[in-house]
T-cell receptor, first 115, second 114 residues
Framework: ETGVTQTPRHLVMGMTNKKSLKCEQH?????MYWYKQSAKKPLELMFV???????ENNSVPSRFSPECPNSSHLFLHLHTLQPEDSALYLC??????????????FGPGTRLLVL | QKEVEQNSGPLSVPEGAIASLNCTYS??????FFWYRQYSGKSPELIMS????GDKEDGRFTAQLNKASQYVSRLIRDSQPSDSATYLC??????????????FGTGTRLLVSP
């Protein structure tokens, strides 16, 4: 256990559904991240929140909508997804302000299948 | 040129041999370097970080960093079947906002045969 939890662990949804992924970190960190991992591709950074403010939006389609209500929780709201959005979605957290030695810890991920 | 490059493998070694995982990066300003291990179907797990040139040992494992050559590697001595996994190299990068983010390589798949 890394101190980062994600729910649900598996999700199957249709293209017209709306669902949300949840991430919670118990490490007292001040930054949280959403990554997408597709087969045979590098981890793709989607969103970064530092002190609850979004500092990075990596050209992600608007059908993905992040929300960070506080430093411990991060959501990814999904709507009208496409089959190519099927992937492992990973949440991570880190403590920023360590002079470049910030380390990210990952949650177990949500395996998403869009039909 | 990719920001972080790794050979995707698979790298196949017999049990007991030395496995060498290599990574090159493009941003000379990078200061922090990390190795993550990812078992099939699982999330990445941090296994080592290195910040200074030279070697960093941890039991059977050694991380090597050469900033002049923009190269970081991980050696696994006495490889075990349980070391079989995908190893991700990650390098920090400072964004225009001043925020640091990690850039990941595609990972090298290591197979250790009994």
């Amino acid at each position: 256990e890394t101190g980062v939890t994600q729910t649900p662990r598996h999700l199957v949804m249709g293209m017209t559904n709306k669902k949300s992924l949840k991430c919670e970190q118990h490490l007292g960190h001040n930054a949280m991240y959403w990554y997408k991992q597709s087969a045979k591709k590098p981890l793709e950074l989607m969103f970064v929140y530092s002190l609850e403010e979004r500092v990075e939006n990596n050209s992600v389609p608007s059908r993905f909508s992040p929300e960070c209500p506080n430093s411990s929780h991060l959501f990814l709201h999904l709507h009208t997804l496409q089959p190519e959005d099927s992937a492992l979605y990973l949440c991570a957290s880190s403590q920023e302000g360590l002079g470049g030695q910030e380390t990210q810890y990952f949650g177990p991920g949500t395996r998403l299948l869009v039909l | 040129q990719k920001e972080v490059e790794q050979n995707s493998g698979p790298l196949s070694v017999p049990e007991g041999a030395i496995a060498s995982l290599n990574c090159t990066y493009s941003d000379r300003g990078s200061q922090s370097f990390f190795w993550y291990r990812q078992y099939s179907g699982k999330s990445p797990e941090l296994i080592m970080s290195i910040y200074s040139n030279g070697d960093k040992e941890d039991g059977r494992f050694t991380a090597q960093l050469n900033k002049a050559s923009q190269y970081v590697s991980r050696l696994i001595r006495d490889s075990q079947p349980s070391d079989s996994a995908t190893y991700l190299c990650a390098v920090n990068k400072r964004m225009n906002t001043g925020f640091q983010k990690l850039v990941f390589g595609t990972g090298t798949r290591l197979l250790v045969s009994p």
